[in-house]
């Protein structure tokens, strides 16, 4: 008697097929864990410079000089709330400076240092950071 091919086909082992998608699950999985901890650690979470309830003053920040330029600010506080945040000195690479007019809203949005770095300015961002944090601490 003549065999049929269609016998001699062995069932599809899907475990095998499959094997590949955990492969790729897990591997994407921790790329993406990997990133958030190099996110981390490139912008840790600054400590946020509280204002005291009864401050109404100004203070000018130390100049802080970085890799790319200088900043010096000015913070005006009415109530214990951040008010206004003057640049007194602000200079970065040609095409930086709008970064300042950003990181002066986000200041004043987070009433404090406690906010993040701008992509591609984070010299400028931690310069900024560093020079109203030393204002504010005036004012305390």
């Known amino acids: ?7 001699k086909i062995a069932p599809k082992n899907t475990a095998k097929r499959n ?12 790329s ?19 204002l ?12 802080v000089q970085y890799r790319y ?4 600010l000015e913070a005006v506080t009415e109530a214990g709330k951040l008010t206004a945040v003057n640049l007194l000195t602000a200079t970065a690479s040609p095409g930086y400076e709008p970064a300042f ?4 809203e986000a200041a004043l949005a987070a009433q404090g240092t ?8 984070t010299f400028s961002s931690k310069a900024f950071k560093e020079a109203l944090a030393n204002a504010i601490g005036k004012i305390k």
């Open 1 to 7: 008697m003549q065999s049929s091919n269609w016998q």
């Open 19 to 30: 094997g590949w998608r955990l492969g790729a699950s897990i591997t994407a999985l921790l």
């Open 32 to 50: 993406i864990g990997g990133g958030v901890l190099v996110n981390l650690w490139l912008n840790p979470p600054t400590q946020n410079s509280n």
């Open 52 to 63: 005291s309830a009864n401050a109404n003053a100004k203070a000018s920040s130390d100049l």
């Open 69 to 72: 330029g200088e900043v010096q």
């Open 101 to 104: 007019q950003l990181l002066q």
């Open 114 to 121: 406690d906010f993040q770095n701008i992509s591609g300015a």
